[in-house]
């Protein structure tokens, strides 16, 4: 059995939960709760140095990290439904999208650089928040143009059924409206993402339909 | 041929440059110039519309973004030498160590985030530095500690042979030194740079080595 540690807030686990359930894989989800700083525990540390959540562990005993790696590490271990689409550089295209939310946005606004932001520089949350709106709205900007303009884009991200491009878009807008950024300017993306929210498997990955979800 | 659209101060144009040479392709190297504004230009928005470096045009004529879709596209179109590992788990091992830069470090240390860091929140050099240099510790603690702890280090991030990981670690050391970041905590991940810069490959993906380097 597959078994997740994971908050049902991390958007990194929630990527993760999107792709398993697509994938239509059973596994277990075990809570790490970061407000009480369960990830900073040596049980975690001894799973992921990092102290970040999620950790899959696998069918074969290892414990893998990084959203994306897992992501991948799926896609060859179970290569059914697939989350890439066939040529290669569909491929790439795919990847990229998802890696402009995990390397361009996500890192920028996760929960230890707005500590940072606070603690060390002593902003007030105003100018958190347009810290926050600021990342997003570059980041959306290039993926709404990229689903615009590029011929490959459908009722999803890449075509017409959800790929890893979807499974990073996903967890990002609902971290956007949880800040409450301003999406009207992106209302491709926002199609997409509601499209995607309408499948039950990624509906049940959901942070408010997780057991640890408060 | 292929054509890669870079800077040579961009670390993760270093990136693409070190896989290409590792996998022996030749290409041509066109350079943007960040600092006189050349990735704002039309010219290479129509190329990526976030207007970044590295952008890979292929043989088959698209415009590849972001280094780790344009890493992942090299191997499989260029499959020999390999640059991750056979086995699925080694596979997610190479890329999460390669995705613990590209999602933990480098974002929060590039041009642009220092930018608004001066910018917006008008903090001073020595705030900005203190910034960069915590984020390079807090991702080379954890990788320093992953290549002591897990088995599959070997004289490389992995293993006896250059892998994805090593094509991302050594742009962040480079990076890290020019930001007079202390790294006598992290002799095992300094050793493996040091291991790779010795290869001529990536000595001629090395910054100072490229056409437009000043």
């Not at 697509?22 to 709760?33: A, F, M, S």
């Not at 799973?47 to 896609?75: D, F, H, K, W």
């Not at 606004?109 to 600021?134: C, M, P």
């Not at 959306?140 to 459908?154: D, P």
């Amino acid at each position: 059995m597959l078994t997740l540690h994971s908050y049902f807030r991390s958007s990194a686990a929630f990527r993760v939960r999107i792709a398993l359930n697509l994938k239509g894989l059973d596994y277990d989800q075990i809570p790490v709760n970061l407000l009480k700083g369960e990830h900073r525990l040596e049980a975690h540390r001894r799973r992921n140095p990092q102290g970040l959540v999620p950790v899959l562990e696998t069918e074969q005993g290892s414990a893998l990290t990084q959203s994306m790696a897992i992501c991948e590490y799926l896609e060859e271990r179970y290569p059914e439904p697939p989350l890439l689409p066939e040529s290669l550089e569909a491929r790439a295209r795919v990847r990229s999208l998802a890696l402009l939310v995990a390397c361009e946005m996500h890192p920028l606004n996760n929960v230890s650089v707005l500590g940072y932001l606070t603690d060390q520089l002593g902003v007030d949350e105003a100018t958190k928040l347009a810290w926050y709106q600021h990342w997003v709205a570059k980041g959306f900007t290039a993926f709404e143009a990229r689903l615009t303009q590029e011929a490959a884009t459908g009722t999803f991200c890449h075509g017409d059924k959800p790929t890893l491009a979807d499974v990073f878009l996903v967890p990002q807008v609902f971290n956007a409206e949880r800040f409450n950024c301003d999406l009207s300017a992106y209302p491709t993306l926002v199609r997409t993402a509601d499209r995607c929210r309408e499948l039950p498997e990624i509906e049940k990955a959901a942070p408010a339909a997780q057991a640890d979800a408060v």
